[in-house]
């Protein structure tokens, strides 16, 4: 008997905490959206963080997007061959990266990047004191630390996506056309007539989203980050895991919203 | 308001962490233009008072009176302006590491538009020199500068809004005997010189001496002992005695588990 009440405590507790965790980060959005839009705006650190975020994370997110449509293109030639149905390619490789490959694999590389500087430059700060001087010089931490950041993933990552869905189409074109031996021309013209304004659209709806909880599970995590060099670290390794997981579930969501029938 | 009201009036302040109690029931007054020192072992909620008074951690009762105003009763916008008339220097001097010396220094200045950026690099080297820096400090990082440098910088930047209200935590941990005492210096300069009511933290006897007026002693979330700073050192109560001469026998037990 005492076993069971026993797991039950430990059930509830559990329960209780995850819903506590689960307010503190609602009430955390919530604040940092709200300093979005009320002034004053700190342009500066804006523009750095979007800078970062967006210009300095094209790089990475060219050459993964790059690879991935090639991969895609690779994939479906050898499995579609058995069927004799290679001119399909084109039309996958449109719709996995328009669709999915670009911003998942480019959210996915946001959050290793961007996700985790952004936790541990705010838990550095928390952790010396940073946090509490700004507040002691008459600046609101939610609104200079956190709002611009929040608001740069929101705009930076469906620029991003845009970048990645076009260079993934093009490592496609170019494994079809340079290994498959496609026509080039009938490769573009299959290309562009899979390709759906809604399919581009929802990927950038999706990617505007991943951008943001990107963003706020760095802040938060690095917010709320405490204990020195360890909290640090650990609170880098749980903005990383906790936007990844958030990400693949909201993807799964949005699409079973949008795609669905 | 009467020349009595003192500058900073505490009354039963109660602050818990889960069972721990950091504050059980601190009382006391700063008269307006003194130097108050507090001093107390390490964990004795000396940084913890200081943060309630700054309105970073909000105690669980208890009053806190800026020139005879109820800081915890006053609203949000009126807190950040009580806030507002305080300087502080922190413990490792939290200076911002992404940002130069100069934007540190005159970070609170153009958070209240006192001055314009295009103003601020030249403003930044006259408080600079006031803390006896070379204006050309102004355009280096704080990783770049020594941590007497950096304290120097912190009380700069602590300063430049010419506040009403000064806090030290611990101004000479972690400096030489030398440059603490240049520190100390500062300190009292600048108080001095603004005419601020300053409360110094610290467990640095010389440090308790050179920069406070007046002194007390935080002991298990309670303040036991107040008395003129000079007196430290003679002070009669056994507490204060066995802190002030480090004795390890006495009524200090120290507690090495939690």
């Given at each position: 008997?005492?076993?069971?009440?026993?797991?039950?405590?430990?059930?509830?507790?559990?329960?209780?905490?995850?819903?506590?965790?689960?307010?503190?980060?609602?009430?955390?959005?919530?604040?940092?959206?709200?300093?979005?839009?009320?002034?004053?705006?700190?342009?500066?650190?804006?523009?750095?963080?979007?800078?970062?975020?967006?210009?300095?994370?094209?790089?990475?997110?060219?050459?993964?997007?790059?690879?991935?449509?090639?991969?895609?293109?690779?994939?479906?030639?050898?499995?579609?061959?058995?069927?004799?149905?290679?001119?399909?390619?084109?039309?996958?490789?449109?719709?996995?990266?328009?669709?999915?490959?670009?911003?998942?694999?480019?959210?996915?590389?946001?959050?290793?990047?961007?996700?985790?500087?952004?936790?541990?430059?705010?838990?550095?700060?928390?952790?010396?004191?940073?946090?509490?001087?700004?507040?002691?010089?008459?600046?609101?931490?939610?609104?200079?630390?956190?709002?611009?950041?929040?608001?740069?993933?929101?705009?930076?990552?469906?620029?991003?996506?845009?970048?990645?869905?076009?260079?993934?189409?093009?490592?496609?074109?170019?494994?079809?056309?340079?290994?498959?031996?496609?026509?080039?021309?009938?490769?573009?013209?299959?290309?562009?007539?899979?390709?759906?304004?809604?399919?581009?659209?929802?990927?950038?709806?999706?990617?505007?989203?991943?951008?943001?909880?990107?963003?706020?599970?760095?802040?938060?995590?690095?917010?709320?980050?405490?204990?020195?060099?360890?909290?640090?670290?650990?609170?880098?390794?749980?903005?990383?895991?906790?936007?990844?997981?958030?990400?693949?579930?909201?993807?799964?969501?949005?699409?079973?919203?949008?795609?669905?029938? | 308001?009467?020349?009595?009201?003192?500058?900073?009036?505490?009354?039963?302040?109660?602050?818990?962490?889960?069972?721990?109690?950091?504050?059980?029931?601190v009382?006391m007054?700063v008269?307006?233009?003194?130097?108050f020192v507090v001093i107390g072992?390490?964990?004795?909620?000396?940084?913890?008072?200081?943060?309630?008074?700054?309105?970073?951690?909000?105690?669980?009762?208890?009053?806190?009176?800026?020139?005879?105003?109820?800081?915890?009763?006053?609203?949000?916008?009126?807190?950040?302006?009580?806030?507002?008339?305080?300087?502080?220097?922190?413990?490792?001097?939290?200076?911002?590491?992404?940002?130069?010396?100069?934007?540190?220094?005159?970070?609170?200045?153009?958070?209240?538009?006192?001055?314009?950026?295009?103003?601020?690099?030249?403003?930044?080297?006259?408080?600079?020199?006031?803390?006896?820096?070379?204006?050309?400090?102004?355009?280096?990082?704080?990783?770049?500068?020594?941590?007497?440098?950096?304290?120097?910088?912190?009380?700069?930047?602590?300063?430049?809004?010419?506040?009403?209200?000064?806090?030290?935590?611990?101004?000479?941990?972690?400096?030489?005997?030398?440059?603490?005492?240049?520190?100390?210096?500062?300190?009292?300069?600048?108080?001095?010189?603004?005419?601020?009511?300053?409360?110094?933290?610290?467990?640095?006897?010389?440090?308790?001496?050179?920069?406070g007026?007046e002194a007390a002693m935080l002991?298990?979330?309670?303040l036991i002992w107040q008395g003129?700073a000079?007196?430290?050192?003679?002070?009669?109560?056994?507490?204060v005695?066995?802190?002030?001469?480090?004795?390890?026998?006495?009524?200090?037990?120290?507690?090495?588990?939690?």
């Open positions: 008997m005492d076993m069971v009440l026993d797991l039950v405590a430990r059930l509830g507790r559990a329960t209780l905490s995850l819903i506590r965790a689960a307010g503190a980060l609602a009430l955390f959005a919530a604040s940092g959206l709200s300093h979005i839009v009320r002034p004053p705006f700190y342009g500066r650190v804006f523009l750095s963080t979007f800078l970062e975020t967006g210009f300095f994370s094209l790089p990475v997110v060219a050459l993964t997007a790059l690879f991935s449509g090639g991969v895609i293109a690779l994939q479906s030639y050898t499995g579609f061959a058995q069927y004799h149905a290679q001119s399909a390619i084109a039309g996958i490789v449109v719709l996995a990266v328009t669709r999915e490959l670009g911003p998942v694999l480019a959210g996915l590389m946001v959050a290793g990047r961007v996700g985790a500087a952004m936790a541990a430059q705010i838990g550095t700060m928390r952790v010396t004191d940073q946090i509490d001087a700004l507040t002691t010089l008459s600046t609101n931490p939610m609104k200079y630390l956190v709002a611009p950041r929040l608001l740069a993933g929101l705009i930076a990552l469906p620029l991003l996506v845009l970048v990645a869905d076009i260079l993934g189409v093009a490592g496609g074109f170019t494994v079809a056309v340079v290994k498959l031996g496609f026509s080039a021309p009938a490769y573009i013209t299959a290309t562009l007539n899979s390709l759906k304004a809604i399919d581009v659209t929802v990927g950038l709806v999706k990617a505007a989203l991943f951008g943001f909880l990107i963003a706020l599970m760095g802040c938060y995590y690095g917010y709320n980050s405490k204990g020195g060099a360890e909290g640090v670290g650990s609170a880098t390794t749980a903005a990383v895991v906790a936007a990844s997981i958030m990400l693949l579930a909201f993807d799964y969501l949005l699409t079973d919203l949008f795609f669905s029938q | 308001m009467t020349g009595t009201t003192p500058k900073i009036r505490i009354r039963d302040l109660h602050k818990s962490f889960g069972a721990k109690k950091v504050l059980d029931g009382s007054d008269a307006q233009g003194t130097s072992g390490s964990g004795s909620g000396k940084s913890v008072l200081l943060r309630c008074i700054l309105g970073l951690i909000t105690p669980d009762s208890g009053v806190i009176e800026i020139d005879g105003e109820n800081v915890l009763e006053a609203p949000e916008k009126r807190r950040e302006k009580l806030r507002s008339e305080i300087g502080m220097l922190f413990q490792n001097a939290a200076l911002f590491d992404s940002l130069t010396v100069w934007e540190n220094v005159t970070f609170g200045l153009l958070a209240l538009h006192k001055i314009t950026r295009k103003n601020a690099r030249n403003h930044a080297g006259t408080i600079l020199a006031q803390v006896g820096l070379d204006p050309s400090v102004g355009d280096l990082y704080p990783s770049e500068l020594s941590g007497g440098m950096q304290k120097r910088v912190g009380l700069a930047r602590a300063i430049a809004a010419q506040p009403d209200i000064l806090f030290f935590d611990e101004p000479t941990t972690g400096l030489d005997p030398i440059m603490g005492a240049v520190i100390d210096g500062l300190i009292v300069d600048c108080v001095k010189k603004l005419g601020s009511t300053a409360i110094a933290i610290t467990h640095d006897m010389a440090s308790a001496q050179r920069i007026d002991y298990k979330g309670k003129a000079s007196s430290l050192m003679n002070s009669g109560n056994p507490y005695d066995q802190f002030t001469h480090g004795r390890r026998e006495g009524p200090i037990s120290m507690e090495l588990r939690r």
